[in-house]
Nanobody, 122 residues
Framework: VQLQASGGGLVQAGESLKLSCAASPRTFTTYGMGWFRQAPGKEREFVAR????????MYTDSVKGRFTISRDNAKNTVYLQMNSVKPEDTAVYYC????????????????WGKGTQVTVSS
């Protein structure tokens, strides 16, 4: 299983950015996928997750109302729309997938992609 994240870059505070993560092979099935991030000198933290079948979502408090996670089941792709970004959103963003409900519910994803850097300037 491979997860390929893209879309990171340098943006100014208040702007928008959209991250994508494609899972392969196309036959890969997942219970749910999510986004995590790690800022310099900090531990990796949960950002958002989405149930692959139901489409239900969950966000960490600091991004609620600004970020939106979505998925395209046909493309095996998960997205993270980031609006009104802040300098504190600067981090390496990782997409991840969980193969079962227990892992998904506990945010202990068992598949991880390489990160994509998001830098927000003030």
């Amino acid at each position: 299983v491979q997860l390929q994240a893209s879309g990171g870059g340098l943006v100014q505070a208040g702007e928008s950015l959209k991250l994508s993560c494609a899972a392969s092979p196309r036959t890969f099935t997942t219970y749910g996928m999510g986004w995590f991030r790690q800022a310099p000198g900090k531990e990796r933290e949960f950002v958002a997750r989405i149930d692959w079948r139901l489409g239900s979502t969950m966000y960490t408090d600091s991004v609620k109302g600004r970020f939106t996670i979505s998925r395209d089941n046909a493309k095996n792709t998960v997205y993270l729309q980031m609006n009104s970004v802040k300098p504190e959103d600067t981090a390496v963003y990782y997409c991840a997938a969980a193969s079962n409900r227990a892992l998904y519910a506990s945010k202990n994803m068992n598949y991880w992609g390489k990160g994509t850097q998001v830098t927000v300037s003030s």
